[in-house]
């Protein structure tokens, strides 16, 4: 493979519902291209792309993956990238170093929640996009209905360059509308008449592109309403116009299975779709956080983002980068820009699929692999001293369910540490939250079927096998009245003993810390056994006598008690605050708080009501509702995080896929009754199972 400059290079991350073929369609690509020799499929274990032991186990993409395909003087980079919403930070990957857009659409299934989700994220990138409607070969794909859907969700934008020709219930070829030829798959070496069935409808499709292209151009528009035809260099100027734009977005049709449409979508990429190095200049952020502006040529200082991190067992850390700016060689001295640490490059490679090819250096606009850096994570910069500077991160999905996760044995406790964090180098779209209170070790992925693959590379990859119970949700407990007690500690034991006395008052008070405060007077309990008092109060406010989680908003104030002047001890006193709490706890009026989370939901507005009404059974207070960009509501509510533990889920089968959510905490509340009886007769049995044990 020949080194390619940045105005030769053609970035596209492929996009769409799962299951519409964008995998299928890049083997067929590797395929027609014979970089490979046969067409791969995902669950037979022979694809270039979903190469992974847990996708063939799975049949679909789990993870991105590049594949490098020369084409006509052109180097297109396919970014292969997943269409469930459990894997959606592998797309952000993609689509934070893509400069365009291919989505594939079913023409069996038409417009899906991924194919919206699609054309909303390439839509906020403002890249270019082509639609490929794929599976024209299967029962009941139909290319019309198709078409009518994706016209109908996303505007006269869309416009067909393509559409097939159908006899007797089968795709037999193909019209080029831009052309008004007809290709038959039976003889493809040359074109034939457009049959005259489908004529009226060609010229109609050309009209749509006519008026497109003459919206980008006052020349064109004149010559337009004139009445006068385009030539041909008039056609592709005004066409690369409004691909460029975002005002025109072709749609080609064809099989991934049968080939077909291959050479064509080819051609439309590389004649259409604009290369890195006609975005000019390119943001970046100096070490103040200014925003500077980078060349996007060779001639400019070298910098590199990382975007994808995998961790090899036998090569070591694996970097995918693009070059922002300049070139990167193996002998240029690299710098990481967040972490202030240099970096050794042995050699540069493409990726393809999961093997890389070793190349001399990479322009600016490609997309490469570094192996064995030390110190880089995604998200990072690597540059030269000439230009210290850094690029925005890609903004992760944030996970939102968890599992506490428990090694099976003892003796995977470092392992599963080690295999852990790991697994979220590779995956910033994972979290592990470490919670002292409730000794838990809570993984966070986007669904179900995320944290599935976490667990299962874990067990496969890092030899460590866990147990998985629903987190602990962590209320409080706290007090409504007064009580004023004593507590008395007295040993005698044949030697020394022991001998502590103290009056404490229990009584509400702000703030999540208990407040301590002393009315001793006349020397009752000397000063030097406050902090022995304070102590022992404090540690029992860590287990509430109701249901044993830690207790908040309590004032406690020491006013009276005793001691001996030989017996008395720091520990006695101890002992006697505990005998205190004991005594005063109960007497208080105690009560169970739950935590309230603020939660912001994304919907298309036909669910709004769905929404609405599910908060309501979870006891949510729904605090407002707004439009955001794309016509979907947002809608705000403040809800008992003890009923969101599998939001995650349930949202997406409400909305059929079409929701988004986050939940953050904000805040306790007094737990009605039912919730807090069934709070404190759980924490009961617990605790009778534990005895038992």
């Known amino acids: 493979m020949r080194d390619y400059l940045a105005n030769e290079v053609r970035n596209i991350c492929l996009l769409g519902h ?73 797309m952000e990957a993609g689509l934070a170093v893509a400069d365009n857009a291919l989505i594939i659409v079913s023409a069996r299934d038409g417009v899906q929640s991924g194919t919206e989700r699609a054309v909303r994220a390439a839509s906020a990138r403002f890249l270019p996009t082509i639609f490929f409607v794929n599976k024209m070969d299967e029962e009941n794909a139909s290319f019309d209905k198709t078409y009518d859907q994706l016209r109908e969700r996303f505007g006269k934008t869309v416009i067909p360059f393509e559409m097939p020709i159908v006899e007797n219930g089968a795709v037999i070829g193909s019209v080029n509308i831009l052309k008004n030829q007809a290709w038959y798959y039976k003889d493809l070496t040359k074109p034939a008449e457009v049959p005259a069935g489908i004529a009226a409808t060609v010229k109609s499709y050309y009209d749509q592109i006519a008026e497109a292209v003459a919206m980008g151009d006052d020349e064109l528009m004149e010559k337009f309403f004139s009445g006068e035809p385009f030539s041909d260099e008039e056609l592709k100027r005004g066409l690369m116009i409004g691909v460029r734009a975002g005002e025109i977005k072709p749609v080609f049709c064809g ?37 500077v502006r980078l060349e996007t040529n060779e001639k400019e200082a070298m910098t590199a983002f990382v975007f994808k991190t995998i961790i090899d067992p036998f090569v070591g850390r694996i970097s995918f980068l693009k070059v922002m700016t300049g070139v990167l060689s193996s002998d240029t001295q690299i710098i990481n820009v967040q972490k202030d640490k240099n970096e050794k490059i042995s050699n540069v490679f493409v990726a393809f699929g999961k093997n890389q090819i070793a190349v001399g250096k990479l322009f600016t606009g490609d997309i490469g692999v570094v192996v064995k850096l030390q110190n880089t994570d995604t998200n990072d910069t690597l540059a030269t001293r000439a230009k210290m500077v850094y690029y925005k991160p890609i903004d992760f999905p ?16 470092d392992k599963l540490s080690t295999g852990i964090n790991r697994i979220l180098e590779e995956d910033p779209s994972a979290k592990l939250v470490k919670n002292a209170e409730t000794k838990e070790q809570v993984l966070y992925g986007l669904g179900d079927q995320h944290i599935d693959v976490l667990l299962s ?6 030899k460590v096998e866990v147990t998985t119970t629903e987190p602990k949700v962590q209320y409080r407990e706290t007090i409504l009245g007064k009580a004023e007690v004593q507590g008395k500690h007295k040993k005698q034991s044949g030697g020394a003993g022991q001998y502590g006395d103290v009056w404490v008052r229990f009584e509400p008070a702000e703030g999540d810390e208990m407040i301590f405060a002393e009315e001793v007077f006349g020397g009752a309990v000397p000063r030097q056994y406050f902090p022995a008092v304070e102590a022992g109060l404090r540690e029992c406010m860590e287990k509430g006598v109701l249901a044993g989680y830690k207790v908040v908003g309590v004032k406690a104030t020491l006013y009276d008690g005793s001691y001996h002047p030989v017996d008395s001890k720091e520990i006695a006193f101890k002992s006697a605050a505990r005998l205190a709490y004991r005594a005063g706890m109960p007497k208080a009026k ?25 908060f309501n059974k979870r006891r949510g207070i729904i605090l407002g509702m707004d439009m955001v960009e794309g016509g979907d509501q947002k809608v705000t509510v ?26 953050e905490f904000s805040r306790y509340e007094h737990a009605p009754q039912p919730v807090a009886d069934k709070v404190i007769a759980e924490a009961a049995k617990n605790k009778q199972e534990e005895d038992e044990d």
Do not use: H
């Not at 080939?259 to 970046?284: C, H, M, N, Q, W």
């Not at 994304?602 to 769905?610: A, C, H, Q």
């Open 18 to 90: 799962s299951g519409s073929g964008k995998t299928a369609l890049v083997e067929s690509i590797l395929f027609y291209n014979k970089l490979t020799d046969r067409l791969g499929k995902t669950l037979d274990g022979n694809s270039a792309m979903d190469f992974d032991s847990e996708e063939i186990r799975r049949g679909l993409s789990i993870y991105s993956a590049i594949a490098p395909v020369e084409w006509k003087d052109c180097k297109i980079n396919f970014i292969d990238t997943p269409g469930y919403l459990d894997y959606q930070g592998e």
């Open 457 to 462: 590379k874990l067990k496969n990859k890092y």
């Open 255 to 291: 099989s991934a299975a049968k080939g077909t449409g291959i050479e064509r979508l080819l051609d439309l990429i590389t004649e259409y779709f604009p290369s890195y190095a006609e975005i000019k200049l390119v943001p970046a952020y100096n070490e103040k956080g200014e925003e």
């Open 398 to 413: 944030k996970p939102m369910l968890g599992l506490a996760i428990w090694p099976k044995s003892k003796n995977d406790e």
């Open 638 to 663: 403040e809800v008992p995080m003890a009923e969101m533990q599998k939001y995650a889920t349930e949202l997406r089968s409400m909305t059929q896929g079409r929701g988004s959510f986050y939940l």
């Open 590 to 614: 105690p009560i169970i708080l739950e935590p309230i989370g603020k939660c912001e939901v994304i919907i298309p507005d036909e669910f709004t009501g769905t929404i609405i009404g599910d």
